[in-house]
């Protein structure tokens, strides 16, 4: 077994499953997980579902107690921040000058919010949604909200614009592009979503772009650069990430929309690999051919990837994609990466099911992904289908009124 060191800076989703899949691995030398946030290591997706309705306390949210840390020998050192790279001297330097040697870093950098640049995004009212201590402070201030409009209109948007119609207020999502979740989505899917919404009292604004946001020391405001206004008295802005590469940049490595790393997750720093929403990758699914993967699957995929890497077991990270979404009545989960894509064949639940449906995108008569409303069997046997090396349905046969999608899943 190796005695090498590691060191893992974050500690998300990647940094965590890096730490518990090297042990699981049967690496036996030490283990440092260096976090900035002050608590045990978390989930982030139930922020903007389960948490922020107090279904889950923080203890639940937790990946593992604290014993977990102290029977698997992973020394997690909380509330820190490593701030610079000596890769000469193998050394991850923490922001209080202290150094910690290494024989592989692991970087776990995740992505920040994006900051709304516009005049007033400082006011009361205005959250972003990232940390625990975001939700709290959203949950605290929705108890009082009774008009809330939500800047961007992508997952976490719309999970928090369901919850708080839900609650009971009025709700307005202010978007650029011209459909919910056009990013990701299909048109057909992303009108389906916006019907849906739509029937629940949230009222969406395409083409629009927030200008400015006023209010006397409190947002009561949302004005657009077309003039439009909307009354709040609390706003959330959704508008992307940005990866976390500055050290890995100033430390001399490759970066771009990410931490360039190769088909094994290593960066162009042979003893250092990045992984999770800071890593710009070779993915075999996206058109490009390379892709940076903001998921909880993709993290723990590539943790896991770079844990049999390291234990010996070294394999290029060649995991299908998939996505998950809980808004409201509706679960989205994808199956793939369905953008770009260049065709659509959509197959609605039948009659006496409940209602759902599921799109089948195509890029060159070649089966890319599959969207699913509220159709978990067909998601699980499209992972299935699109994960294997067999023949896939062309958009003819899906559109066949007898078309099962089992029948081309081999067990």
Not at 31 to 45: A, F, R, T
Not at 72 to 85: D, F, Y
Not at 210 to 217: E, I, K, T, Y
Not at 399 to 406: H, N, S, W, Y
Request: aromatic content about 6%; overall charge negative.
């Amino acid at each position: 077994m190796s005695k090498s060191s590691i060191v893992i800076a974050g500690a998300g989703q990647a940094g965590f499953q890096a730490a518990a899949s090297l042990r699981e691995k049967g690496h036996d030398g030490s283990i440092v997980l260096v976090g900035d946030e002050p608590s045990l290591p978390y989930q982030h997706p139930p922020l903007s579902k389960s948490y922020l309705l107090g279904k889950l306390d923080h203890a639940a949210l937790q990946f593992r107690p604290e014993s977990f840390f102290r029977e698997n020998r992973i020394e997690h050192r909380a509330g820190l921040k490593i701030e610079t790279i000596d890769r000469e001297a193998h050394q991850a330097v923490l922001q209080n000058g202290e150094a910690i040697p290494y024989d592989h870093l692991i970087l776990a950098l995740g992505a920040r919010n994006r900051p709304l640049p516009v005049p007033g995004a400082g006011l009361k009212g205005v959250f972003q949604l990232r940390t625990v201590e975001d939700a709290d402070a959203l949950r605290e201030s929705l108890d009082r909200g009774r008009q809330v409009v939500v800047i961007g209109g992508g997952f976490i948007g719309l999970e928090f614009a369901t919850i708080a119609a839900e609650r009971g207020a009025e709700v307005t999502v202010i978007e650029t592009a011209d459909r919910p979740m056009a990013r990701v989505l299909s048109k057909e899917m992303s009108s389906y979503f916006r019907t849906v919404h739509e029937a629940h009292g949230i009222r969406f604004i395409f083409g629009a772009t927030a200008a400015r946001l006023s209010g006397n020391s409190k947002v009561e405001v949302v004005e657009t650069l077309d003039g439009q206004q909307f009354p709040a008295d609390l706003v959330l802005v959704c508008i992307g990430v940005i990866p976390n590469t500055e050290i890995a940049s100033q430390a001399g490595l490759a970066t771009g929309n990410g931490i360039i790393v190769n088909e094994y997750l290593v960066t162009s720093d042979p003893t250092i690999s990045a992984i999770g929403d800071c890593a710009l990758h070779p993915n075999p699914y996206a058109a490009s051919g390379i892709i940076r993967l903001e998921s909880v699957q993709g993290a723990v995929d590539q943790a896991r990837c770079v844990a049999d890497r390291l234990t010996g077991h070294p394999a290029p990270y060649c995991s299908l994609p998939w996505f998950w979404s809980e808004q409201g009545t509706l679960r989205l989960q994808i199956a793939g990466l369905t953008q770009p894509h260049d065709h659509t064949v959509v197959r609605k639940s039948p009659p006496g099911e409940k209602e759902g449906m599921s799109v089948y995108c195509f890029r060159a008569n070649r089966l890319v992904g599959v969207e699913s409303a509220n159709r978990p069997l067909d998601h699980a046997l499209a992972r299935k289908l699109l994960s294997g090396k067999g023949e896939t349905p062309g958009p003819e046969q899906v559109a066949t009124a007898d078309f099962e999608l089992k029948a081309w899943v081999k067990d």
